[in-house]
């Protein structure tokens, strides 16, 4: 099913293309039990979907130290290694379990640069089917402003509908 996407033509308007987009991922990823695989599936149609998408990826709850993010499958520029809940806005949004979209990542207190020309940044957590934070989804842009509450709700429906 997964070279089917890749000849898809989603819609221009962000909003359809996210509606569309999220029956692909569901079509594609249908049956799939493994959360890594999943996981690396929904970051890459995202990050291929959305050419503003710089960094596309998860962070997962370290299951040693369920305090601290450690990267997960990613599209993009190297990312951090770990990151601690609290601690910018990756670890903002896993201590918080609230989705954070920042249009000014160099007016976020605390912002961690894993690649200085990210501009703006919107983290969406990850629950599994108990409500339990798994991880975290991070979509950097290099344009300001990139992200808004209609990316924040439809991240937020991919990912309960993905991993929920």
Known sequence: MAEAFNDKILPAEKAQRYSALAEEIAAVLEGEPNLTARMATVASMLASSFPHFFWTG???VDPDKPDELVVGPY???LGCLRIAFGRGVCGTAAATRTTQVVPDVHAFPGHIACDSRSASEIVAPVFDKAGRLIAVL???ATEPAAFDETD???LEA????TFG
């Open 138 to 140: 991070d979509v950097d």
């Open 58 to 60: 998860f962070y997962v």
């Open 152 to 154: 924040a709700a439809a």
């Open 158 to 161: 991919i990912l309960a509908r």
């Open 75 to 77: 599209q993009g520029t």
